[in-house]
């Protein structure tokens, strides 16, 4: 007799532990720069805007999925920088960027960006990013509340 195997816990797929990552970690990102009432202001331009309107900008882009959830690679950005003034944009994030953490940080995550990361370890990530947004949140709304 052959003896049957464990039935496998019921996990998420990657794809959906990404995706709820991303949001977590938007929503974290873009409420923890917003002032008391709720607005941010742009990364790489004077608008201010609530921010549920503002977008989670990746510094090191978001298919690099070793900084993609990074606290320091992620900043509030209006819809118009982040999708339509591209090259301004990233000209204006990488000159705010240094000036918050130093030429050696910016090197440090395009280093950690250029690593490609197995399924597992993005996973973890995904995990953990989860996991550190819902935490941070719950921090957010006790201080507001």
Known sequence: ?????????????????????????????????????????????????????????????????????????????????????KEIHMREYTLAMIDLYGREALDHLRRAGALVLPASQVRQLAEEAIKYATAKLKELKARTA
């Open 1 to 85: 007799m052959i003896p049957k195997k464990k039935p496998k816990p019921n996990r998420p797929s990657l794809p959906t532990l990404i995706d709820k990552a991303d949001k977590l970690t938007s929503q974290y990102i873009r409420q923890k720069y917003a002032d008391h009432a709720g607005l941010v202001k742009c990364i790489s331009c004077p608008t201010v805007l609530p921010w549920k309107e503002a977008h989670c900008a990746h510094f090191i882009e978001r298919g690099k999925k070793a900084t993609r959830w990074l606290e320091e690679n992620l900043h509030p950005a209006c819809p118009s920088c982040n999708f339509y003034r």
